[in-house]
């Protein structure tokens, strides 16, 4: 089984800049996905944990990603410090919830794993960085928007921040982002629509996740 | 302390307007200090973001021990061994970008006001709670005066004081108070960063001598 450091990991995050968000209870199309998304540049892939055999599905998926090396897997949509622990036991890199739950904290921290907690506000963020977050996942990001991010990135500098929920594949929407100071974004829906989906047209979900990689590196050229 | 929280609350809804500033440079934010008070300000929040704004902060408290008038707080407070170290210098009053509980209880032993920063209803009642009598809404360009206008009703005599993109214009200032706001922070909008690279000392008193004007007009 691959294993990354939690400095890699978020090392993969940055550089990278964008983290797919994915879940689907057909094992095939979630390989689909997932090799559309790591031929496009994606080397860090969140599946998520939203179906009754969401379990099955990323064990299953973590043993197809054993051929590509450098490819980072965590579980998402995590609630609770029991399934923290169950994914971890999997073999889960990373583990990405949408709420703040401090008990998956300690389950994270004993195992070593990479935890990023879902956040709405500072107060929530703070708790979360005093709880050992290094990256923090902003949630639901399109409620928010980048203006929350350039709020409070002067009052605590050095913040690791995902927004994640309603994120847009193009520059005008990933470039307000990363000006107001993200380490890179969550990505879903949004990019894998129901089109590509129901079709199953792989290389141009390979060409969308190529764009949307390719937009955010000239962004940073740029700022 | 100087002052009691009820005289730092009716200050703060007189003037409507509470300035946060910091400078690095304990001269130049001495001049804001001295300014913003020759322009009407009589409650001030200078705020902790800098390696050096403990001793800067130190010399404001100095001066203004020369305005018997003038309130002093400290912002951008995160815990309570840092709360406690503004209040032992002198600090008149305790403003946090988030709500932290600890703060809470080291500003009741010291029977000085805690201004904690909320985003939600939940954060605010929570602060409520815990004894806070006014709120600081951040970052309010986020949540709207719409905010403010829809959890007023739920939670009457909320005195809130909104942060984060109000702007020095009638248009930003009305709305706030027109949603029930009981004061308003201003920051960034205010102290440009023209007005403070030239050190424009007078445009700067003119500035906030007009958004006061504006504060008392909106609010007749």
């Not at chain 1, 955010?216 to 700022?223: A, F, G």
Request: proline share 5%; hydrophobic share 45%; glycine share 8%.
């Amino acid at each position: 089984m691959k294993t990354f450091t939690n400095d890699a990991i978020q090392k993969a995050m940055i550089s990278s800049g964008m983290i797919p968000v994915f879940f689907h209870a057909d094992i095939e199309v979630a390989k689909g996905v997932l090799d559309a998304s790591y031929k496009g540049g994606v080397r860090v892939f969140e599946m998520t944990n939203r179906g009754e055999n969401a379990f099955q599905v990323f064990t299953q998926l973590l043993k197809h990603a054993e051929q590509y090396p450098d490819l980072i897997l965590g579980i998402g949509t995590i609630m609770n410090a029991a399934l923290t622990q169950k994914y971890i036991d999997a073999g889960a890199h990373f583990i990405v919830s949408p709420i703040l739950k401090p008990e998956m904290a300690t389950v994270c921290q004993q195992a070593d794993k990479l935890w990023i907690p879902g956040c709405a506000t500072l107060t929530e963020i703070v708790t979360a960085k005093d709880l050992g977050a290094k990256v923090i996942k902003v949630f639901p990001g399109s409620v928010l928007g980048p203006g929350f991010i350039s709020s409070i990135m002067p009052v605590v500098p050095g913040l690791q921040l995902m927004p994640t929920g309603g994120v847009e594949p193009t520059e005008a929407n990933l470039s307000a982002w990363f000006k107001a100071g993200v380490i890179c974004v969550g990505m879903g829906s949004q990019l894998f629509t129901k089109e590509i989906i129901e079709t199953k047209n792989w290389d141009r979900l390979q060409q969308s996740v190529a764009d949307a990689l390719a937009i955010i590196q000239k962004i940073r050229v740029k700022k | 302390m100087r002052f009691t929280k009820q005289q730092i609350v009716s200050g703060m809804k007189g003037a409507g307007i509470v300035p946060l500033f910091t400078h690095d440079n304990p001269v130049d934010a001495q001049h804001v200090l001295e300014v913003a008070y020759g322009a009407g300000i009589r409650v001030f929040e200078f705020t902790n973001r800098r390696d050096n704004s403990f001793e800067v902060f130190g010399h404001l408290l100095s001066v203004a021990r020369k305005y018997p008038d003038l309130m002093l707080g400290i912002g951008t407070i995160m815990d309570g061994a840092t709360t406690k170290k503004f209040l032992d210098a002198g600090a008149d009053f305790v403003i946090s970008p988030i709500m932290k509980l600890e703060m809470a209880s080291v500003c009741d032993t010291y029977d000085c006001l805690w201004i904690p920063g909320c985003a939600t209803l939940t954060e605010i009642v929570t602060a409520k709670d815990h004894g806070a009598e006014i709120i600081k809404l951040f970052p309010a360009s986020v949540l709207g005066p719409g905010f403010v206008s829809s959890i007023l009703p739920v939670v009457p005599g909320l005195q809130l004081m909104i942060t984060g993109g109000v702007e020095p214009n009638e248009k930003s200032i009305s709305s706030w108070f027109k949603a029930g706001a009981a004061c308003l922070g201003m920051g960034s909008q205010l102290f440009t960063r023209e007005i403070l690279a030239e050190k424009n000392w007078s445009l700067l008193k003119q500035r906030i001598e007009e958004t006061l004007s504006l504060s008392k007009q909106v609010r007749k």
